[in-house]
């Protein structure tokens, strides 16, 4: 059970409401995490215009999604491992290897691979991240704009998680065990 209102669009604060509609426009319902963050209007405008920004960055969406599983595991965020699990899957089409190597910090992909390592190391380090740790990045051929997006990623997503545990979200995708990767 949530420890915080789970409100509706209706019940949501006015100036709330242009945002939670756009949210279930584009994925047509309203996921417990949306109704939850409803509860603060200010922080439902920041998160979706981060996001909405962070979507017209250089990373593509499938790295996007592979960041933000490494980070729910390194968070231990079982709503957004199960939330980014089924988005991975559905609109990145990440396979369940993909996923499985995402939420242990790395990635099938090559390219891929470099970013998500480095964003797990910034969770798990809490951005004290080496000089050997921004030069392996960087190696891989990532720019330094998008050394700031990773990053960036990282601390959406920490948002997310650390909401969600403190809310107590219940989740309202496939359930995804939390203790699968290791």
Same mark, same amino acid.
């Given at each position: ?8 669009i *209706? ?5 709330? !409401? +242009? ?11 309203l +996921? $417990? ?12 405008e920041?998160h979706? /215009? ?8 250089s990373? +593509?969406?499938?790295? !996007? ?8 595991? #390194? $968070?231990g ?5 199960s ?6 899957? /559905? ?6 290897? *993909?996923?499985t190597?995402?939420? $242990? ?5 090559p390219?891929a691979?470099?970013?998500?390592r480095f ?5 798990? *380090? !809490? ?8 030069a392996?990045? !960087? ?9 700031? *997006? ?6 959406? $997503? ?7 545990? #403190? ?6 995708? +496939? ?8």
């Open positions: 059970m949530s420890r915080l209102a789970a409100l509706t *209706e019940t949501a604060p006015e100036t709330a !409401r +242009p945002q939670l509609e756009a949210v279930q426009k584009q994925i047509g319902r +996921p $417990n995490f949306f109704a939850t963050l409803a509860n603060s209007a200010a922080a439902a920041g979706l /215009a981060l996001t909405g920004a962070l979507a017209k960055g990373l +593509p969406a499938a790295t !996007r999604e592979r960041i933000a599983l490494a980070v729910a595991q #390194v $968070n965020c079982g709503y957004c491992l939330a980014h699990t089924f988005f991975g899957k /559905a609109a990145a089409k990440l396979d369940d290897a *993909e996923i190597a995402n939420r $242990n910090g790395a990635s099938n992909d390219f691979d470099a970013a998500v964003a797990a190391t910034v969770a798990r *380090e !809490r951005g004290h991240v080496d000089d050997a740790d921004v392996a990045v !960087r190696a891989a051929g990532y720019s330094d704009a998008q050394i700031v *997006e990773i990053v960036v990623h990282v601390a959406a $997503n920490t948002f997310t998680n650390y909401l969600n545990e #403190v809310a107590g979200t219940v989740i309202d995708f +496939p359930q995804v065990d939390l203790q699968q990767a290791a």
